[in-house]
């Protein structure tokens, strides 16, 4: 609570766009609850979000893998928590489904760190927090595979949205004329000269 010691009327906490949005990731989170999930509104105030176009801020434990929770992209305040009892089965688990976009390492084991690093693939990766990985504007963004490809911000961004136009005029001398048919004399000069330098 000492970020947002109340949410529904504080500017600094953002809202969902529309309420046909903020009633899809309601019916994500009842759909995980039906399946066995455990749900956690992170409320510190204990404040009712009816009628507001804001949910709290929500941890999603022991999430079937079929819940649309766990298939499809959030875009919400909602944060699915994949627990396991070895580092392999977590990484087994992200490389088991689509590419992710995003990839979050809590933990200060710098040999098991390294190791997802290394065994996974993922746009992008934040550890010991969500999210920041987005918002280094010296190092590019963006998805593999399912969760898009290319990357943007600064000259990545510039790159992956330009269009390159390459050109290229050929000189009124030029040597390549001499190796193009009809193949005679001239031909047979200068193959044999290419062969001595070669």
Not at 40 to 64: C, H, M, W, Y
Not at 78 to 97: M, Q, S
Request: proline share 7%; glycine share 10%.
């Amino acid at each position: 609570g000492r970020l947002y010691p109340s949410l529904v009327a504080n500017p600094d906490y953002t809202a969902i766009a529309g309420e046909r949005h903020r009633q899809r990731l309601v019916d994500l989170i009842e759909e995980a609850r039906s399946a066995g999930a455990r749900i956690q509104d992170v409320n510190p105030a204990s404040e009712s979000f009816v009628g507001s176009r804001k949910l709290p801020p929500t941890l999603i434990l022991g999430v079937p893998a079929a819940t649309r929770l766990m298939r499809e992209e959030i875009f919400g305040p909602l944060l699915p928590i994949v627990e396991y009892d070895d580092v392999g089965d977590a990484i087994a688990h992200v490389n088991g489904g689509e590419r992710p976009l995003a990839l979050y390492w809590f933990g200060r084991d710098p040999a098991r760190r390294e190791r997802v690093l290394r065994e996974t693939i993922a746009g992008g990766v934040t550890i010991n927090d969500c999210l920041f990985h987005l918002a280094q504007e010296h190092q590019p963004y963006g998805g593999v595979g399912a969760s898009g490809m290319g990357v943007y911000h600064g000259e990545w961004g510039f790159r992956t949205f330009s269009q390159m136009k390459p050109v290229f005029h050929q000189s009124n001398l030029s040597g390549v004329a001499l190796l193009r048919p009809p193949y005679g004399k001239m031909f047979d000069l200068v193959v044999a000269a290419l062969k001595r330098i070669a």
